[in-house]
């Protein structure tokens, strides 16, 4: 069964659409999803929670349809997110016997693991918290309460680089049992290198691919050559950069030929990224 199925998903701004986007994520791994800010990942992630009203699709969680079984679902979904606006004047405490109160099967000695692991003080107020404090309560709170899909939304943006991979550790050890399935939108590539399965990369709107991480990174190439060289592969490029040395450029791997007689080498996630974002610049 699959954990999270977003099928053909459309949605109309004044100044952006979301395109017949779809994508699978199975149970037991994990997804990163990525793309360039306004490229449509919070969009997506609010249409699949039902927080914005679709123009057409479908989104299937653990078998069901979201809209049809929306209060049900939501029991079984961790939602965490980088930026947390939380009532600052508030302790946490206080707020956690709000919040657990819309859980039916809240696991009170799992949250409290979680403040031990994560090093929370709960009779601190909010506004005491620094904002990578905040970031790893609003993940106790979405990881305490049975929840089957995590969705998490730049749930590293405000964590030091040492609390990052504690946090990383943490998502590859939940997925293992095969239950708990994450889909993990980030912009910190390098954290989807460590711990992502699949990755999803969205672009104004429109879905690029979606599959198993190595066979994306395997899909492109990072070639270099001569400046000279450049008019030989221009037009196959997705976008390039040149410097006096010569020219850097992204290219499918099927578009790539051995005859070039050029320096052809696998991108990271990060090169990928930053090559389609080059690619609106040069051909606006």
Not at 190 to 196: G, H, P, Q, R
Not at 198 to 202: A, K, L, N, R
């Given at each position: 069964?699959l954990?999270?199925d977003v ?16 994508f ?5 791994y ?8 306004g490229a449509?990942?919070?969009t997506t992630?609010?249409?699949?929670l ?18 049809e079984?929306?209060l049900?679902?939501?029991q079984?979904i ?8 939380f009532?600052?004047?508030s302790?946490v ?8 109160r819309f859980?039916?099967?809240?696991d009170?000695?799992t949250?409290?693991?979680y ?8 009779n601190?107020?909010?506004?005491e ?5 905040r970031?790893?309560?609003?993940l106790a ?13 730049e749930?590293?943006s405000g ?8 946090l990383?550790d ?7 049992g ?9 912009h910190i590539t ?7 399965d ?5 672009e ?7 599959c198993?991480?190595e ?10 050559g001569?400046?000279n060289?450049l008019?030989?592969?221009k037009d ?8 006096s040395?010569g ?13 070039y ?15 389609f ?8």
């Open positions: 069964m954990a999270l099928r053909n998903i459309s949605k109309n701004f004044p100044n952006f659409q979301l395109k017949n986007v779809s699978q994520l199975e149970k037991g994990i997804m990163g999803f990525i793309g360039a800010n449509g990942k919070t992630i609010k249409s699949i039902n927080m914005t009203r679709l123009d057409s699709g479908e989104v299937h969680i653990l078998g069901k349809n979201m809209i079984h929306e049900h679902l939501k079984e961790g939602y965490a997110m980088g930026t947390v606006d009532y600052t004047r302790k405490k206080t707020l956690t016997n709000v919040i657990k859980y039916a099967h809240w009170e000695e949250y409290r693991n403040l031990r692991k994560f090093k929370l003080d709960e601190k107020k909010i506004a918290m620094s904002m990578g404090m970031v790893k309560y609003n709170l979405a990881l305490s309460h049975g929840a089957k899909l995590l969705i998490l939304d749930p590293t964590l030091d680089p040492v609390a990052r991979d504690e990383l943490i998502f590859q050890g939940l997925v293992v095969g239950e708990i399935s994450i889909l993990f939108s980030t390098s954290d989807l290198e460590k711990c992502a699949y990755i999803t990369f969205i104004n709107g429109k879905i690029i691919r979606s198993d991480k066979a994306f990174k395997e899909s492109y190439l990072i070639l270099n001569a400046v060289q008019d030989q592969v196959r490029l997705i976008s390039y950069k040149t410097n040395f020219f850097t450029g992204l290219i499918h791997a099927s578009d790539f030929d051995a005859s007689a050029m320096k052809a080498t696998a991108p990271s996630l990060e090169e990928i990224m930053i090559y974002a080059k690619k609106e610049e040069q051909y606006v």
